[in-house]
């Protein structure tokens, strides 16, 4: 069955603050994606990639950056948080296209 | 219809009525993706209907696809209380993006 993992589960940080959440998958899918979830706005595409060392900007990428370092790996960096990122983060894997995509367990980020 | 501006949904049925909950979306597409979300956990895929397909069918559910009318069902038969959950369509082209809509939480209540 198909693996995706993030961590930290939870994660509170200041304004101002600087964090990185990580995204691993042993699916051997050439694309990854990472979301915010809120309330009323359903699943919103922060950055995505389609392979090592490749970066896509989605829909939402203010405030955010990424960067892919290996097949498994994708990290999503706030380097100056803000409440405003207050939210609950998913990451994702799948073969690209309309492909059936694979949710990690999410990471709830809170600033302060 | 869960897009556009339109907010999170809500219904609420007895266990053992059928629901159908609907999206419709804006771009081309080919195929349609609805996903499952339990509490505390990621979404997860429940059925999926290409773009030459008008109805999908797997156990207790049902899809549908209208590409001329860019709308898309999901009905459950019989619901039972672990349908509980929110259900999300999503749409895709071959652009390796999936885009959701804001959702529909169900609620089945014993």
């Known amino acids: 069955e198909a693996a995706v993992t993030q961590s930290p589960r939870n994660k509170v940080t200041v304004t101002g603050g600087n964090v990185t959440l990580s995204c691993r998958q042993t699916?051997?899918?050439?694309?990854m994606y990472w979301y915010r979830q809120d309330t009323g706005h359903g699943l919103r595409l922060i950055h995505y990639s389609y392979g090592a060392g490749n970066l896509q900007i989605g829909d939402v990428p203010d405030g955010y950056k990424a960067t892919r370092t290996t097949q498994e790996d994708f990290f999503l960096l706030l380097e100056l948080a803000s409440p405003s990122q207050t939210s609950l983060y998913f990451c994702?894997?799948?073969?690209?296209?309309?492909?059936?995509?694979?949710f990690g367990p999410g990471t709830r980020l809170l600033v302060l | 219809s869960q897009w556009g501006e339109e907010n999170l949904q809500a219904l609420s049925i007895q266990e053992g009525e059928d629901v159908t909950m609907n999206c419709s979306y804006k771009?081309?597409?080919?195929?349609v993706h609805w996903y499952r979300q339990d509490s505390g956990r990621g979404p997860a895929l429940i059925i999926l209907?290409?773009?030459?397909?008008r109805e999908k069918r797997s156990g207790r559910l049902r899809a549908t696809l209208d590409t001329s009318s860019q709308s898309s069902s999901l009905s459950i038969t019989a619901a039972q209380c672990e349908d509980t959950a929110v259900y999300f369509c999503a749409t895709g082209a071959n652009t390796g993006k999936l885009t959701f809509g804001h959702g529909t939480i169900l609620r089945v209540h014993p």
């Open positions: 699916n051997s899918h050439n694309y």
């Open positions: 994702a894997s799948s073969d690209g296209g309309p492909d059936t995509q694979y």
């Open positions: 209907i290409r773009s030459n397909e």
């Open positions: 771009t081309y597409t080919t195929v």
